[in-house]
């Protein structure tokens, strides 16, 4: 091959590469910017360490003939591709919404499955940026089987390599069930939504009016649906919390999280708990001080925060270790469980058990929620998820009693019973079938009816009751508590028992899988 031809050729590819980097044109990446939205590649730059993204497949185009007499645009409408994050491998797809919408055509889904098989053979997470129109109607069947590839993909890779979806415009229909089935789901507020029908599917079909927002907005998805689990307020601030999210993460399941090293090294000891939690089992107080004192650097990412209040879940670090954190929130409905908790703390325990990260409990729970809402909602399945995933976890379980926890709650969070490896308490802990009143007017109904005066002596058999029942050296001297600790020493604990169960190895009985009641 001559010089010339083999300048010709560079000049051809520098062209082509050019082009592919164009995705609809400058027309339609101009009307992208005017919605206050980047474009695929941009938000791929504040994904990836600087000059560590690489393109695949940005020469694929479409097969259908749906842009008779123009150029078919060169990658479709997605990119795709892997680079680096803080150093380590991450592979992402990013959909092109100046190309045909962003919508989802044969030649796209091919793309989109190729990433994350790739993801799969190496070993490393998939970030998915999610800003499509949907299924390419013109292309019939065909995007229909792209999306169902897609949604396989999805399913083997579960508890596999970590995936994160990130809602950056429209994810309707079809399209919002890939984000579902990963493991977390970002969205920046005023520009991504998602809905199975959208507002007018809703009114020609039972006449109800609601905006786009109302329907599959940040607040609808945030606060009310349990869906997403972050909520940003820009694209930037987006792809930065995307990045520390993965700091907490393994690449796949079968590593264990990176060690960080401390920023802010801090005793083992810390009295600031102790004016923390009151030693009246109905004053309220907010878990979030507990965590922050306990963890590394104040570091707690707070995970579905704006959901199901009374429980919190997030990752933190002791001693540089990633560790997923359980809490009951006393602020808001006492902490008490319900429907929307325990579905929110039960999966996210069983992606903590997925991927090799510590479980620590730190427990305060008057109880279930009662009610006929949540009776004939299902508490009864829901409650038993969280059962459920404590009980299938294999990876280090310590749980911390800080307060309380009354009837079949404490057996929930993570008790020794259901094969907790190290279960400490506060010596203002109480552990008992019910709160003391209640109690006491049940066991001794018949004698306080009958005293001369019944409220000194139910005063005085509560406070009896109290002595002889609500303690925590009772569970401890049956073994269900393996210590009872003061509560400037809990970090110090946590830290010590971790290191001791580092090389922890539980196994399950043979089984295809369980049948969790979903």
């Known amino acids: 091959m001559t010089e ?15 082009q592919s980097k164009l995705g609809g044109g400058k027309h339609r990446i101009e009307q992208q910017h005017s919605k206050g939205k980047l474009t695929a590649r941009e938000r791929m730059s504040l994904l990836f360490d600087e000059g560590s993204f690489r393109e695949i497949d940005s020469f694929m185009t479409s097969h259908s003939d749906e842009r008779k007499g123009e150029a078919k645009p060169l990658g479709d409408a997605v990119v795709t591709g892997y680079g680096n994050v803080y150093g380590r491998l991450i592979f992402a797809f990013s959909q092109d919404f100046t190309v045909m919408g962003g919508s989802v055509s044969d030649t796209v889904g091919k793309k989109i499955c190729k990433i994350i098989d790739l993801a799969m053979k190496t070993g490393a997470p998939i970030v998915g940026l999610n800003d499509s129109g949907g299924a390419r109607i013109q292309e019939g069947v065909l995007s229909l089987a792209a999306y169902g590839e897609i949604f396989f993909r ?53 006449g109800e009016e609601v905006t786009h927002e109302e329907l599959g907005g940040t607040l609808a998805h945030n ?14 601030e987006c792809f930065s919390e995307v990045r520390r999210l993965l700091t907490f993460l393994p690449s796949n399941n079968m590593e264990d999280p990176v060690i960080a090293e401390l920023f802010e090294p801090k005793s083992p000891t810390n009295p600031n708990l102790l004016n923390i939690v009151p030693n009246e089992s109905s004053k309220t107080y907010d878990i979030h001080d507990v965590l922050l004192n306990i963890i590394d650097d104040q570091d707690f990412m707070e995970i579905q925060k704006d959901y199901a209040l009374n429980i919190v879940i997030g990752f933190g670090r002791l001693a540089g ?29 069983r992606f903590c058990d997925a991927f090799n990260l510590p479980i620590i409990t730190f427990i305060d729970v008057p109880g279930f929620l009662p009610g006929t809402d949540q009776e004939y909602g299902g508490i009864i399945r829901h409650g038993a998820k969280l059962i459920y995933a404590y009980a299938e976890a294999t990876v280090p379980k310590i749980s911390v009693l800080l307060r309380k926890a009354y009837g079949g709650a404490y057996i929930v969070m993570s008790s020794k019973h259901l094969r907790g490896d190290i279960n400490l308490s506060w010596p203002s802990a109480e552990i008992a079938v019910m709160g003391p009143d209640s109690a ?8 306080i009816s ?41 970090r110090e604990y946590l830290i010590n028992s971790l290191d001791m169960l580092q090389n922890k190895r539980s196994t399950m009985p043979p089984k295809k899988h369980g049948n969790i009641p979903l």
């Open 440 to 447: 006491v007017n049940v066991i001794y109904k018949e004698k």
């Open 321 to 349: 270790r990633s560790v997923g954190f359980v809490a009951n929130q006393p602020n808001h409905l006492a902490g008490v469980l319900d429907i929307n908790a325990s579905v929110k703390a039960a999966r996210f325990i």
């Open 450 to 490: 009958n005293a001369k005066n019944p409220e000194e002596t139910r005063a005085k058999l509560i406070q009896t009751y109290k002595d002889t029942h609500y303690n925590p050296y009772v569970a401890a001297g049956h073994g269900f508590l393996d210590n009872v600790i003061n509560p400037d020493e809990t």
């Open 4 to 18: 010339p031809n083999n300048k010709k050729l560079l000049k051809e590819l520098d062209k082509f590469r050019s």
């Open 223 to 236: 606060t009310k649906s349990g869906v997403s689990h972050f909520v940003l307020e820009t694209e930037e």
């Open 154 to 206: 999805n399913t083997q890779a579960s508890g596999v390599i970590p995936q994160i979806s990130v809602i950056l415009g429209p994810s309707a229909g079809g399209a919002v069930y890939s984000p579902g089935i990963t493991d977390f789901i970002f969205m920046v507020r005023n520009v991504a939504q998602m809905y199975i029908t959208g507002p007018d599917v809703i009114k020609a079909v039972i």
